[in-house]
């Protein structure tokens, strides 16, 4: 994400010590194909998250059946083509972490885009049981249920509505090509721990339905310099205490935010301890401004 703006966005790793399920090794492999909006990290990302899929999916199986989506959409009158791969709640297992380095092969499609290739190793076990289901959407320029969308304009604000049946800990990240945005905790937060109560309906980034126990409300406006970009927002929960990951920056009007690198060693750590923990992931369009 080229630019995300906030009205105000603190930094321990989680030292949670639980009995997890077996863990395995096994190999994905998937090819993605870019478009004029993916730059060479871009697409690297995305091609190893699906082979990390395609792994889990394989080994494990699928909620629904299908793993791959071929969709058209007409975005402020432009035709694009848009390749969706499985999601990590479409499939019976979870990552832990890469075992060695993946394997990369670029190409360039007839249009100049890029293709890769990606084969990976990789730790991983079955989904457990244990991890209580929650409700968390994201909402586009308004609070209510209503307003749930992935699909956003330059200049859009975002909110998140989260509900769990028990009581918990909460945090939400925004992944942007290598970088990470911590979104919860708030910049305002001096313990990096967001805890929620069971059955209450929380509304964050609005200052509206702010609760004062997780500091100022930061308010989002999701912003892009490009004509289309495709982010990832991921909301973790789990009944355990944790902490969010150690992030850095915050400067003005941006978020605090860490590399993807970290980010993922840092979920890799933390769900590897703690089977309890659940995470959602969504994937976030953002349009440009058309001149």
Sequence with gaps: MKRLILS??????????????????ITGEATYYGDATDSPADARRKALERARLN????KFGTVISGSDISRGENL?????????????TEV?????????????KFELDSDGHYVVSCKVTVKARALSNKAPDFKALPLRNGAEERHFATEFASGDDLF???LAPVNGYVAVYLVAGNEVMTLLP????????????AGKTYVFFSSAHADPNFGTADELTLGTDDTIERDQLYVLFSPREFAK?????????????????????????LRSADDEMGMKVFNIVITGNQQ
């Design 76 to 88: 402020n009158g432009r035709e694009t083509s848009f390749f969706s791969s499985l999601t990590s």
């Design 245 to 269: 990951a150690l992030d850095h920056g915050g400067t003005g009007t941006q978020p605090r935010s860490l590399s993807y690198t970290d980010f993922a060693k840092w979920i890799s750590r």
């Design 186 to 197: 708030y910049q305002a937060s001096t313990t990096g721990k967001v805890p929620v109560k």
């Design 8 to 25: 105000l966005l603190a930094l321990l790793a989680a030292t949670v010590v639980v009995t997890a399920q077996k863990v395995v090794t």
């Design 92 to 104: 019976k297992g979870e990552w832990i972490a890469d075992e060695g380095e993946p394997e990369y």
């Design 160 to 162: 998140l509505q989260f």
């Design 55 to 58: 792994a889990l999916a394989e």
